[in-house]
């Protein structure tokens, strides 16, 4: 949390859902599945082999973590349901979402449901992972969020309901020592107010502001709001920094186990960084629109 931040001035009768756990991954679009994997690779990103949702024109890499990851998702078959992802495309590649963990989607529907939330009964998605052993069919229970639950940022609530079969030791370990998600950025036009309107997910006590930043604590990661003006505050280095119509996800935190040795392969690799007291910064056109902030903590 930022030193010397200050509870928003807010009603302390709002309660977090109980059955949501934190963040579990985050989305980022890109437009050649393939070259951005590469491309990732190159970050010191340990890639699962490639999966395909069943059914649908879009296919993913993921970059597994110990208790979150990063899903590299691109299109494969325009003519078939994207989920929306072309019209995110037409516009630019970048985070464009995230999912947060629970453990029984059943039961944090109906803990949605009694804070109020009109939600769908879970719905279960399948994908083909592509082992050089042969195909295997990892297994999903979503929630689908609504989008006035999470303003400024598309969600949803997912289940693992195959775990071992997408988070093997063996994709665990990153050449960068990255160690998982810390937190996400997202532009908007006015942090408090945005963040205010979270608070039936995660309850008056996960949120607090300062310094033109207002931070909810997911219980496991941090979603930051801040304005244009405050995104350059946060990365005066980066310049100039992309521009959107605001909302949109411009960065991501990422904990390592050894900052110098993540800027070591960088260097090695010739990605262009800038070095910060905690580890180093990554500019967005060499992380396909994602400003990349790796820190040792």
Request: proline share 8%.
């Amino acid at each position: 949390m930022t030193t010397g931040a200050l509870p928003l001035p807010i009603a302390d009768n709002a309660k977090p859902v109980p059955a949501i756990a934190g963040i579990d991954h985050l989305l980022i679009g890109v437009r050649d599945l393939e070259h951005a994997a590469r491309q990732w690779r190159r970050l010191g990103f340990q890639l699962t082999p490639r999966g395909r949702h069943i059914g649908w024109g879009t296919a993913n890499y993921c970059i597994m973590f110990e208790a979150d990851y990063l899903e590299l998702l691109g299109i494969v078959d325009p003519a078939q349901f994207t989920n929306n992802l072309d019209r995110f495309l037409d516009t630019r590649e970048g985070l464009m979402g995230l999912a947060f963990a629970t453990g029984d989607t059943a039961s944090c529907a109906a803990d949605l449901r009694r804070a109020g939330f009109q939600v769908e009964p879970p719905r279960q998605l399948k994908r083909v992972l592509e082992l050089p052993e042969g195909e295997v069919l990892p297994e999903f229970g979503l929630v689908m969020l609504p989008p006035a639950a999470t303003p400024g940022v598309a969600a949803f609530i997912c289940q693992h309901l195959t775990p071992g079969l997408v988070r093997r030791p063996e994709w665990l370990h990153h050449a960068n020592r990255a160690r998982g998600i810390v937190s996400l950025t997202v532009v908007v036009d006015n942090p408090a107010d945005t963040a205010f309107d979270w608070l039936p997910l995660f309850g008056a006590d996960a949120v607090q502001t300062a310094n033109k930043v207002t931070v909810i604590d997911t219980g496991h990661g941090h979603i930051r709001f801040t304005t244009a003006d405050g995104l350059a505050q946060l990365y005066p280095a980066l310049e100039p920094l992309p521009s959107f119509p605001t909302p949109w996800i411009a960065a991501m935190k990422i904990a390592v186990a050894d900052k110098a040795r993540c800027r070591d392969h960088l260097r090695f690799e010739n990605v262009l960084t800038i070095k910060t007291g905690k580890g180093c910064l990554v500019p967005p056109e060499e992380a396909n629109g994602v400003i990349i902030e790796f820190v040792e903590e």
